[in-house]
């Protein structure tokens, strides 16, 4: 019964929804780029820079939104760099990716130990403070949860609703489709397939930026070694579980972060006492791997996924 | 822009840009040590007096390559199939926790058996580990990418939880540590009086034997057939699938023998800290010997020189260390950039 009574209160789904938010938005930056015929392998080390800047920029005294901004503009030169070679030159998107991630990790690491020589612990920023939204309480079940957020999760939700309006119901977002599926198409009506290639991965390196500034402005409030732990991969994970779909991919991230927060709060009951902690902690990696398995088999990938586009070629 | 191939590239295109590429990464390591407030010249000169300046400073070297070899070697065997093996981290620490299950007091054998064995049993762990993403992948489509970077997390908590119950040491006073191995189940130095141990032989040979793989025998061949166009390797008669999963056991299995090498060789025991990094970092090395075996063995001595005199540089100039991952991570994505540019031609149009 304790197990169940857990699903139940409020704080569950708040935490939940808290959890969800920064895979939200690196899953929508991921999606994006994917759509796009671009796997960005960079997603970690992108998430790691927009941590850091992001936290950095409050810090120095830009106020939250500057340090927002700040890290989504790092997070779009990244993409940059990451487009630039793997779309205009067509070179290897996994050893690029991984490049990236190991480039912009040291990178960050490098600049926060110049930055602050001398911290023994990191220093801390006065965080994003949840907002009281009282209106969203009467949507049922998740209403109340999503009541009481910080700033940054209505953003991130607002990035899914955008995100499937632009893909779906405008002429960009029916352009950067049929650049992922079959870009000669794209190209024949007179559109530039490198163009929107780059674009997408441009603005969803900005996104995967902002999923990591939600950890060091909203979830926390210092920047610390580590804190990214995987969660670019496991947004991967969600593209796929979500069948590179705007709102299956949220409702992947929601599912996820729930069954975080539980086992968080599995550790602390009485079943989870005699349980090694590690074993949760291994829970939610072993998750990603399971959704990968399960949808992998019908999942419909964008057809020219990781085939680079060279102009003049058929 | 387009690119153009070039039909055939003269000796300075064919070696210009490379080299290039490594100049451009020591300039960006420059700027990055003013920008820290250190003195360029003297980074750079402490950073090659710290890995190559000493007989102590040479060893340490060596040393720190042992394990880069051996990883950089199972992802260039990997990634030359298109096997995209981004899990030699879990792997390398699989490896070393069958050491330490054998050489901590299991099998009271003598070292000409119990090496071999460890070795046999550790490359098994290794290769199995990997098989199971492969499976995933050529059965039901899973792409490995995701699932091995997965299992590197899994792993290492993993590793936490046995360093904390049935691997704690307990004579460890608390730390999370695994009891030392005896005497029978570690790794002899190669000289008498050297720090160096024969992880570093071992790996040698692996190059060696990889590369007379790849070259001379069917298996090597198709490797490089399923990497290069599975599907015209699929129409050709070959068990793609089979090629791939036996990639990835040899993958795997190598990769292990870093963490076997580290724990019967250098260390004598397993901590949380045994790699720090050292299955990311073949990623690197790979790349770096744009996949082959004998290159492997160069540019790990490459790589393991820019660590271990960064870590010293930082001791005395005060410069961060993470400037050694960067020059990395600068030299890797330059080095695609510059392979790129010895075959083609950038054009604008």
């Known amino acids: ?314 | 822009m387009r690119l153009e191939a070039i039909p055939n590239p003269s000796l300075s295109r064919r070696f210009l840009p490379p080299i290039l590429a490594l100049i451009a990464t020591v300039f960006v390591a420059s700027f990055l040590a003013m920008v820290a407030g250190g003195n360029p010249f003297a980074v750079l000169g402490l950073i090659i007096k710290g890995a190559v300046g000493s007989k102590f400073a040479l060893l340490e070297t060596l040393n720190r390559a042992t394990p880069l070899i051996f990883t950089g070697l199972a992802v260039a065997v990997a990634f030359r199939a298109k096997l995209w093996n981004i899990g030699a981290e879990a792997q390398l620490y699989s490896g070393a926790i069958v050491a330490v299950l054998m050489g901590t007091g299991a099998l009271a054998w003598s070292s000409p058996a119990l090496i071999p064995a460890m070795i046999i049993c550790s490359m098994s762990a290794g290769a199995l580990l990997l098989l199971i993403p492969t499976l995933l992948k050529t059965r039901l489509g899973v792409d490995e990418v995701v699932t091995t970077l997965l299992l590197n997390f899994i792993f290492l908590l993993l590793v936490s939880l046995l360093l904390e119950g049935p691997l704690k040491d307990p004579m460890g006073m608390g730390w999370p540590k695994s009891a030392r191995l005896l005497a029978e189940a570690r790794l002899p130095r190669i000289v008498d009086g050297l720090r160096l141990h024969w992880g570093f032989g071992i790996a040698l040979i692996a190059a060696f034997v990889i590369w007379i793989v790849n070259t001379k025998t069917t298996f090597g061949y198709a490797m490089r057939a399923v990497g290069y166009n599975a599907e015209a390797a699929r129409y050709a008669g070959m068990p793609v699938n089979l090629i791939m999963m036996q990639t990835a056991l040899l993958s795997g299995g190598l990769a292990a023998l870093a963490g076997f090498s580290e724990v019967a060789g250098l260390k004598g025991t397993l901590t949380l800290d045994l790699s720090p990094g050292f299955g990311y970092s073949g990623i690197i090395v790979a790349m770096l010997a744009l996949l082959h075996p004998l290159g492997v063995v160069v540019a790990a001595l490459f790589v393991a020189g820019v660590f271990v005199g960064a870590d010293s540089m930082s001791r005395a100039a005060g410069v961060p260390t993470y400037l050694a991952d960067i020059m990395l991570a600068t030299a890797l994505l330059l080095m695609v950039v510059a392979v790129l540019l010895t075959k083609f031609r950038i054009m604008r149009d």
């Not at chain 1, 030159?89 to 020589?117: E, F, K, M």
């Not at chain 1, 794209?186 to 500034?213: K, N, P, T, Y």
Request: proline letters at 5%; hydrophobic letters at 55%.
């Open chain 1, 1 to 314: 019964m304790e197990i169940l009574e857990i699903f139940l209160t409020a704080s569950f789904w708040t935490a939940a929804i808290r959890i969800a938010s920064p895979l939200i938005l690196a899953t929508m930056g991921e999606l994006i780029c994917e759509r796009a015929g671009v796997l960005n392998l960079g997603i970690e080390g992108i998430m790691v820079a927009g941590a850091f800047v992001g936290w950095f920029g409050a810090y120095i005294g830009m106020g939250l939104w500057g340090g927002v901004l700040l890290a989504f503009v790092v997070g779009m030169l990244l993409g940059l760099l990451h487009a630039s070679m793997t779309v205009s030159l067509g070179l290897s998107q996994h050893v690029v990716g991984l490049g990236i991630t190991l480039l912009a990790t040291s990178l960050t690491y490098y600049a926060y130990r110049v930055a602050l020589p001398e911290v023994t612990s990191p220093p801390k920023i006065e965080a994003f403070q949840p907002i009281s939204v009282a209106i969203l309480a009467y949507i049922p079940i998740l209403g109340p949860a999503l009541a009481e957020q910080t700033p940054l999760t209505y953003l991130a939700i607002a990035t899914v609703l955008i995100t499937s309006f632009v893909l779906y119901r405008t002429p960009l977002g029916l352009a950067l489709r049929a650049v992922g599926e079959n870009p000669s198409s794209v190209a024949a009506q007179g559109l530039s397939v490198l163009g929107l290639r780059i674009g997408a991965v441009v603005v969803g390196s900005g996104l995967m930026a902002l999923g990591g500034a939600f950890l060091t402005l909203s979830a926390f409030d210092s920047f610390f070694f580590g804190m990214v732990n995987g969660r670019g991969w496991v947004c991967i994970a969600l593209v796929v579980f979500g069948a590179w779909k705007p709102h299956k991919a949220f409702l992947g991230a929601i599912l996820f972060a729930a069954f975080d927060a539980f086992q968080i709060r599995l550790q602390q009951s009485t079943i989870g006492a005699d349980i090694p902690y590690q074993i949760f902690l291994m829970m939610p990696y072993f998750l990603s791997i399971a959704a990968l398995v399960v949808m992998s088999r019908k999942a419909e990938v964008p057809a020219a996924l990781m085939v680079p586009f060279y102009k003049g070629e058929r």
